[in-house]
């Protein structure tokens, strides 16, 4: 066993997921906290560690009645929470604390007690360069398209393909109670709904929810102490690129280097090949980030995701299950998507999953945030190495 490896002992999402709209932003996190802590036995005052974003880990640490000694509030978007693990497990190895609580909830659509994201100050980067030209003003929806509209003239990406991800993920979630969308969806019935911002149609973007998660870490040498099956960090990596509105600012949204960086800082830690990942998490906005992904962390050579997808691989039955708990497409996405993609990974390696995948021993997960300017990635196992 590797010195001082780190195990998630504890997980567990808000009781609720959807639309909650007299539950604010710190109720949502300590629904999510409380539930992780009981799934592991343990009680607040056994916590020293807790990470949380967008919100003040004192607020938090305050509501729970926590008194830790190591504290970590990285905020650099939706996949902070992934980052935060990635901080835990060095703070967990270098002794700084014992037991780790890291905690997500939000309001994104209820949109109750904030914090959220709000507009650049005027000496950003963003409003010096970006918002004079109409890049940030457009949204998310629209600051995505344009790199895709490229991808699709330089690879040859059809509508078709985008569609097959919204189709893939849809199967992953149907039936499933806690999914936002249940029912089955057709390609023809992704290109015939609604356009959002080309090639982006109404099913090709992501949930608005409210909601969140939270998992319990300690050191592995810990994990026969608590009741539940242990899930073991085998590599994490992080990597930046640009600042908050960095797709337009990233040296090739095409071939993303930062994405790359993260991806292999986490194979070369755990020691292991991308052909022995049997389930992957991409956080999914839009129905290109599984494409990007796939690429991006060196699963595939670039331009040869979109067909994968479209013959099938990555649909329940293929030979890399991507995305089983619907995505933010069709499962949820409270606006920062990283703690519930963990929390799926959690479940396939724990057994517990909706759609549980069979034989299911590595799950890598990746996400981005600060509009793909910031990446991390997380390899979990259910085998201590």
Request: hydrophobic share 40%; proline share 5%; net charge negative.
């Amino acid at each position: 066993m590797r010195s001082r490896q780190v195990a998630v002992v504890g997980a567990a999402e808000t009781r609720e997921l959807g639309v909650m709209p007299g539950v604010s932003n710190l109720q949502l996190n300590a629904d999510a906290a409380i539930a992780a802590v009981a799934d592991c036995g343990l009680k607040p005052s056994d916590i020293d560690g807790l990470a949380c974003g967008y919100l003040n880990p004192a607020d938090l640490a305050h509501y729970l009645g926590l008194y830790p000694t190591w504290i970590d509030g990285t905020s650099v978007g939706g996949c902070s929470w992934m980052l935060m693990v990635r901080h835990a497990v060095a703070a967990l190895q270098s002794g700084l604390c014992k037991t780790v609580l890291v905690v997500h909830g939000e309001s994104g659509r209820s949109r109750v007690a904030g914090p959220f994201y709000h507009h650049a100050e005027a000496d950003s980067l963003a409003a010096q360069f970006d918002n004079p030209y109409g890049w940030t003003g457009i949204g998310a929806v629209g600051m995505f398209t344009l790199p895709v509209v490229r991808y699709m003239k330089e690879f040859g990406l059809t509508e078709e393909d985008l569609a097959n991800v919204v189709v893939a993920q849809r199967e992953w979630a149907l039936g499933n109670p806690r999914a936002g969308r249940q029912e089955g969806i057709s390609v023809d019935e992704v290109l015939s709904s609604p356009m959002v911002a080309y090639p982006f149609r109404k099913p090709m973007c992501c949930l608005v929810s409210d909601g969140g998660g939270a998992m319990v870490l300690t050191l592995a040498e810990r994990a026969k102490d608590f009741p539940t099956r242990p899930v073991y960090v085998l590599g994490t990596g992080e990597a930046v690129e640009s600042h908050v509105c960095g797709i337009a600012s990233v040296r090739d949204p095409l071939r993303p280097e930062f994405v790359r960086v993260s991806a292999d800082l986490a194979f070369t830690e755990a020691g292991i090949a991308r052909e022995e990942v049997d389930h992957l998490m991409i956080y999914d906005a839009f129905a290109h980030n599984p494409i990007y992904g796939l690429e991006g962390m060196g699963f595939l050579n670039y331009g040869e995701a979109g067909p994968f997808i479209s013959e099938g691989n990555t649909h329940p039955g293929g030979r890399l299950p991507v995305n089983t708990n619907g995505g933010g497409l069709s499962y949820a996405h409270t606006g920062s998507y990283g703690m519930l993609a963990m929390q799926e990974s959690l479940r396939q390696l724990r057994g517990e999953a909706f759609r549980q995948v069979p034989d299911v021993h590595i799950s890598a997960c990746h996400g981005w945030g600060g509009f793909f300017s910031v990446c991390s990635t997380i390899i979990f196992g259910n085998e201590c190495p």
